[in-house]
């Protein structure tokens, strides 16, 4: 008998947006699988095309309409974008109970609707809901409390109650708890929960009793990845690719003040340009170039040496997806900033060279010697980080 799932996630494509990225990829690996794919995403404005719609070909879509503002979901630029988002901010306020950052924190109803219609008409016992939202987590835990026949799969893509990437440490302490609640409420209702960090599963892990937690972390499509040609020769090539994370003005200054010194050029394919500015008087030899498609990604990482990336004390614990594609495509990590799990992880594994914040000055220079001296693990395995396997795992739960 085939097997369905309905999959709840809040930018699966044809929307754009990080968060469906990791989906739309394991759907594609389910639909190999012969499962039968059901998806509930928010209503796509019109002009909006994802980078992973191909993905997604044989999916069953289902759409509702989000009822955040707008206005909350980009960062203010001048003083009428500045007095809507916090006038707008303050009505969600008014409205919410919860974490007022949480784009579903007003879709309760709507979405627990869309859920059951859509499981009921089409026969579904499974329902896999990502987050964030958190709050679709929460809503799905309570539609699991009261529809026992449910196989209910929470997967947690990101830290709920701890750091501020929603808001959370900006909270007061009411709202702090009702969350906590929350996240506790979803661990006991789960039949099964993914998180993507080991960090993650050893605290959820403590929060309740006799419950496994799985680990279902950043994942790579084997499919497009090419074999590395780049050796060292001269000038060394490093990029840098996707998000641009904060507060790391202090390492792009440095750089900026040293690259000249250096045998080595860097190139940024990223749309976030928070730190350009740092490299306006450096063009030559530091590029800010516009992102590439996922196939266009591994294509560049096959003709350059190395990946300079960057992390900052609240992420130093993640080993997210950028890591994950540079180890499949045997590329070395250069990796700067805070020490942590995924130094610790990248340097144990052979798998590039770390360098602390407070030693930019000074190991800078050193970046392309110690890439060639270093002894590059290229039969790490990289399977458990791939989506085929990890959809494989997935089959294997579903009812």
């Known amino acids: ?16 947006g990080i968060g469906g990225r990791k989906w739309s990829f394991l759907s ?12 509930l995403t928010k209503q796509p404005r019109s002009k909006e095309a994802s980078l992973w719609h191909e993905m997604t070909q044989g999916v069953n879509l289902h759409f509702f309409k989000s009822n955040y503002p707008r206005v909350l979901e980009e ?13 707008y901010l303050f009505l969600v306020k008014v409205f919410s109970k919860s974490n007022y950052h949480d784009r579903g924190v007003l879709l309760k109803k709507r979405l627990s609707h869309h859920i059951i219609e859509i499981v009921e008409r089409n026969n579904i016992s499974n329902v896999i809901i990502t987050g964030a939202p958190f709050s679709f987590l929460y809503y799905g835990s309570l539609i ?12 947690i893509r990101d830290s709920w109650i701890k750091g501020n990437y929603f808001g959370f440490d900006g909270l007061h302490e009411g709202i702090k708890k009702e969350e906590k609640r929350r996240l506790r409420h979803v661990l006991t209702a789960a039949d099964h929960i993914f998180v993507p960090y080991p960090i993650m599963v050893n605290e959820y892990a403590a929060m309740v009793e006799n419950k496994h937690i799985g680990l279902l972390p950043h994942a790579v499509d084997m499919e497009y990845v090419k074999p590395r040609s780049a050796n060292i020769d001269g000038i060394c090539t490093l990029v840098n690719f996707g998000s641009q994370y904060a507060e790391l003005d202090e390492i792009m200054k440095l750089i900026a003040s040293k690259i000249s010194e250096c045998s080595f050029h860097i190139k940024f394919y990223t749309e976030d340009r928070k730190y350009e500015n740092n490299f306006s008087h450096v063009s030559d030899v530091i590029q800010i170039l516009q992102p590439i498609r996922y196939h266009e990604m591994f294509e560049m990482l096959s003709k ?11 992420i130093k614990d993640f080993l997210s997806t950028k890591y994950i594609e540079c180890f499949a495509a045997r590329i070395p990590v250069v990796l700067i900033g805070d020490k942590g799990y995924v130094s610790d992880f990248i340097v144990a594994n052979r798998l590039g060279i770390f360098i602390k914040k407070n030693e930019v000055d000074t190991e800078l220079l050193h970046i392309p010697e110690r890439l060639i001296n270093l002894d590059y693990n290229d039969k790490f395995d990289v399977d458990p980080f791939t989506f085929e396997y990890q959809a494989k795992e997935i089959t294997a739960l579903l009812k």
């Open 1 to 16: 008998m085939k097997k369905k799932v309905l999959l709840v996630c809040y930018h699966f494509p044809p929307n754009t």
């Open 144 to 155: 699991k409390s009261k529809n026992t026949k449910i196989h209910y799969i929470a997967d």
């Open 75 to 87: 960062y203010p630029k001048n003083i009428f974008e500045k007095f809507s988002y916090k006038f």
């Open 304 to 314: 350059v040496d190395a990946s300079i990336l960057f992390v900052n004390k609240h």
């Open 28 to 39: 594609k690996y389910l639909l190999k699988n012969n499962v039968d794919v059901h998806v």
